[in-house]
């Protein structure tokens, strides 16, 4: 069965080192200091980024080579970035703990019904005046024409591919812009733009939300 753990196996390095941009643009906000936790860290591109800027970066994926190929790197490059396998549905944040969380193309990939608790647990580990960033793709990304001709619909928006064992959720905007009313929005956005990161050329209509707990 293909799922993450494939995907990694079946590449040197999947998603490249380049951290996201908007995390680079707004770094500075993150109090100096303080605590970032990384869910679904992948190999670490946005990890390494935040430990090169001196925090100490926590992470976790579903996905052993993923864990090992982040620990590599950043024992490589000396870097305070502890990553480990674990599955956000069952890991327990600490909570008042981070002053970044970090969901970075991540939050697609669950049944809907387990996309609030993931993100209840996110506030909770947030300090007062912490940050989070998520980014997802939308309804209008080009995989969900694919999802409703060949996966089990689970709901509009949701579906399940059997084949790689993989829940997919697209968000409409204003279920998206809705996960974190009470925060402060510091940035909020769509795109739809070619992806040359990884594979061939392909499209993705992504929303992006970085937004501080009040
Ligand atoms: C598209 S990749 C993004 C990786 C990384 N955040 C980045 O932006 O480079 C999605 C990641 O989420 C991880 N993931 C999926 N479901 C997860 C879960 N339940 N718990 C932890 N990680 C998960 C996958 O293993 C994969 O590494």
């Not at 870097?79 to 909570?95: Q, R, S």
């Not at 970044?100 to 049944?111: R, T």
Request: net charge negative.
């Amino acid at each position: 069965m293909k799922n993450w753990e494939e995907e990694y196996k079946n590449s040197e390095l999947l998603w490249g080192l380049n951290p996201n941009s908007t995390l680079t643009q707004y770094a500075e906000l993150v109090p100096a200091g303080g605590k970032v936790l990384d869910i679904g860290i992948g190999e670490g591109r946005n990890a390494f980024f935040f430990a090169q800027k001196g925090f100490s970066v926590e992470g976790i994926d579903l996905s052993e080579t993923a864990i090992e190929r982040c620990s590599a790197l950043s024992k490589k490059h000396h870097l305070d970035v502890v990553a480990k396998v674990a599955d956000i549905t069952t890991f327990d944040i600490e909570p008042n703990h981070y002053s970044f969380i970090i969901l970075s193309n991540v939050l697609n990939f669950f049944p809907e019904e387990e996309i609030a608790p993931i993100i209840d647990k996110v506030k909770k580990g947030l300090v007062k005046d912490g940050l989070v960033y998520v980014n997802a793709f939308d309804i209008n990304e080009p995989s969900r024409k694919k999802a409703i001709d060949k996966y089990k619909r689970l709901g509009r928006n949701s579906f399940f591919d059997a084949t790689n064992n993989m829940f997919l959720h697209y968000f409409t905007k204003d279920e998206f812009e809705g996960l974190f009313p009470t925060y402060r929005t510091i940035k909020t956005g769509h795109s739809y733009a070619m992806d040359l990161s990884h594979g061939e050329p392909h499209y993705h209509s992504t929303l992006e939300l970085l937004a501080q707990k009040q």
